[in-house]
């Protein structure tokens, strides 16, 4: 979704995209001239003004409004996931051997190449206020400050271990007080982290919590529920007890 929620913009093959029209369910179908890449991320910033799309070794930044290409821009890494700062700002894209970069959203150009300490494959990305999650292939959630990833080798505030197959999910609550982390590789791989404590929930999910595979989770607006999605095509929606009081 775009960050209004008017679009719905859908990546696909050979630099193609589909924007859909919530209000008129029109599909709208274009193409990135030059691009032969599938664009495999697509990310609105929170503004709404810029669209991220990632194809391979290449971010393409687009106007949000009419779908115009801004720039593109080549890089050396095989990147796989991004995230733009809460105030759209900074564009942060990342992937292979644990190598990221920061994107300046005023000319959409690379201003810093960090490296992931331990330099393992990074699957997925959050930001949230000035804090950046990082989820690795090694299962390795890393906390960073966002400040340091202007340094070409940024230690984390701490990390957490609690899986062991790829971090493919890594999410905020909206007022950025928990991180969920999840792997599609292994059944009933998520944690729940508290941010202020550094402490992983130990109550849930339990082992009767039917999570199964875990494909991608969502929160509402409001933090109160959060959404679960599983290979079998299931949605689990559960209540943050805390939000709701």
């Not at 007080?177 to 550094?198: P, T």
């Not at 949605?235 to 709701?244: D, K, P, Q, R, S």
Request: aromatic letters at 10%; a positive charge; glycine letters at 6%.
């Amino acid at each position: 979704y775009t960050a209004n929620g008017e679009h719905i913009i859908l990546g696909g093959k050979q630099g193609s995209f589909i924007t859909v029209d919530i209000q008129t369910r029109q599909a709208f179908h274009s193409r990135i001239q030059g691009d032969k890449n599938n664009i495999t991320r697509v990310i609105c910033s929170p503004d709404n003004k810029i669209i991220a799309m990632i194809a391979g070794k290449t971010v393409h930044f687009l106007n949000a409004s009419n779908k115009d290409l801004l720039r593109s821009v080549q890089t050396s890494d095989e990147l796989k996931c991004g995230a733009f700062t809460d105030d759209s700002c900074f564009f942060v894209a990342a992937g292979k051997e644990g190598r990221g970069l920061l994107f300046d959203c005023d000319n959409f150009s690379a201003i810093n190449r960090f490296q992931e300490p331990e330099m393992q494959y990074i699957h997925s990305i959050s930001i949230s206020r000035s804090r950046v999650a990082i989820g690795t292939d090694a299962g390795v959630l890393h906390v960073f400050d966002f400040n340091s990833l202007k340094q070409q080798h940024p230690k984390p505030l701490f990390s957490k271990m609690n899986l062991v197959t790829q971090i493919d999910t890594v999410k905020f609550n909206p007022t950025g007080e928990l991180i969920v982390f999840a792997s599609s590789g292994k059944k009933d791989s998520l944690r729940v982290l508290h941010l202020a404590s550094r402490k992983v929930f130990s109550n849930w999910p339990t082992q009767n919590t039917p999570l199964s595979f875990v494909r991608d989770v969502a929160f509402d607006h409001t933090s109160k529920y959060l959404a679960i999605g599983n290979e079998k095509g299931i949605v689990t929606l559960w209540e943050l007890g805390f939000y709701i009081k």
